[in-house]
């Protein structure tokens, strides 16, 4: 089984610029979710989609960060502008159904962000 | 990653060795616990989890322990090998029935040969 994939793997750019993240969660997944994880610390959520419907955007920055998933499969996590502590690592991460008992994520592999 | 804390940053262990990672947490309203392991330049991997009405869940060379009285959740990983080098995390819920996890800070599990 396919796991869940993520491009870019790494992206350098300075900061006030914009910049787009891609995910695929594995096939038949419901949920999908997007963390941030800073260096050295553990993976911080930013939104949870079921679906194509947001079902949290709480720890969301909404004046800079957006993410749709349009068509319940695919998403993308957009920053507009960056800003130097936007530095991290950002995770995409899937499971078959959050509304399910013991549902377990399973996390694709990451796209390194860099801001100069 | 407010709720959940580790007791220490790293561990290093001998290769062979039984390995031990404790975890801190203090959210009472917890219910589902999760040990991810996280390799350099890769993602969390899914390792083992447990729910609050089991104190033990054992799986390949893995142990999870539970204690609620004191809140405390601890990994054992048994003949621990080089590859088990990595950031260890535990994460829990933060409601009851929610699968949205909050992460603690990890530790790093170094392997001697």
């Known amino acids: 089984e396919a796991g869940v994939a993520q491009s870019p793997r790494y992206k350098i750019i300075e900061k006030r610029q914009s910049v787009a993240f891609w995910c695929n969660p594995i096939?038949?997944?419901?949920?999908l979710y997007w963390y941030q994880q800073i260096l050295g610390q553990g993976p911080k959520l930013l939104i949870q989609?079921?679906?194509?419907?947001?079902?949290?955007d709480s720890q969301l920055p909404k004046d800079r960060f957006s993410a749709e998933r349009l068509k319940g499969v695919d998403s993308t996590l957009k920053i507009q502008p960056a800003k130097l502590e936007d530095s991290a690592v950002y995770l995409c991460?899937?499971?078959?159904?959050?509304?399910?008992?013991?549902?377990?994520?399973?996390f694709g592999p990451g796209t390194r962000l860099t801001v100069l | 990653g407010e709720n959940v804390g580790l007791h220490l940053p790293t561990l290093s262990v001998q290769e062979g060795d039984n390995s031990i990672i404790n975890c801190a947490y203090s959210?009472?309203?917890?219910?589902?616990f999760i040990w991810y392991k996280q390799e350099s330049g890769k993602g969390p991997q899914f390792i083992i989890d447990?729910?609050?009405?089991?104190d033990k869940r054992q799986g390949q060379r893995v142990t999870v322990l539970l204690n609620k009285t004191v809140k405390h959740l601890s990994l054992q990983i048994a003949a621990t090998q080089p590859g088990d080098s990595a950031v260890y995390f535990c994460?829990?819920?933060?409601?009851?029935?929610?699968?949205?996890?909050?992460f603690g800070a990890g530790t790093t599990v170094t392997v001697r040969a």
């Open positions: 959210n009472s309203a917890s219910d589902y």
């Open positions: 994460a829990e819920n933060l409601q009851p029935n929610d699968y949205k996890l909050s």
């Open positions: 096939s038949g997944h419901a949920t």
């Open positions: 447990i729910r609050s009405n089991m």
């Open positions: 991460a899937s499971s078959l159904d959050a509304r399910v008992p013991t549902d377990t994520q399973y």
């Open positions: 989609f079921q679906n194509n419907g947001v079902v949290d």
